[in-house]
Nanobody, 125 residues
Framework: QLQLVESGGDLVQPGGSLRLSCAAS????????IGWFRQAPGKEREGVAC????????YYADSVKGRFTISTDNAKNTVYLQMNSLKPEDTAVYYC??????????????????WGQGTQVTVSS
């Protein structure tokens, strides 16, 4: 099964930037749809951004549109989430997930089958 490992989470001030990485192993991401999700304490997991390795198409939640950018580096088998203009409400554990049966970006965590362990992002002054 595809294995995913996130990194890059940190404490950052409001308005700051972070780049999260999601490194895949055991399989290449060439035919996968990869999503970034986040979960704050006491809240349901929510979709943030999604990318289709097959088509390159992306999709963003309204709450992060214009601030976050998802991208892939096929040579490194890694997916990134560049987060700019961070807000306190972006504080959460961020997870990457992937699936090779999905054919388009859908920010529904229930349909993704491979998950990383998560990385903490805290936005606070």
């Amino acid at each position: 099964q595809l294995q995913l490992v996130e990194s890059g989470g940190d404490l950052v001030q409001p308005g700051g930037s972070l780049r999260l990485s999601c490194a895949a192993s055991k399989f290449t991401l060439d035919y996968y749809v990869i999503g970034w999700f986040r979960q704050a304490p006491g809240k349901e997991r929510e979709g943030v951004a999604c990318i289709s390795s097959r088509s390159g198409s992306t999709y963003y939640a309204d709450s992060v549109k214009g601030r976050f950018t998802i991208s892939t580096d096929n040579a490194k088998n890694t997916v990134y989430l560049q987060m700019n203009s961070l807000k306190p409400e972006d504080t959460a554990v961020y997870y990457c997930a992937a699936d090779n049966e999905i054919r388009m970006c859908i920010l529904n965590y229930r349909i993704f089958t491979s998950w990383g362990q998560g990385t903490q992002v805290t936005v606070s002054s």
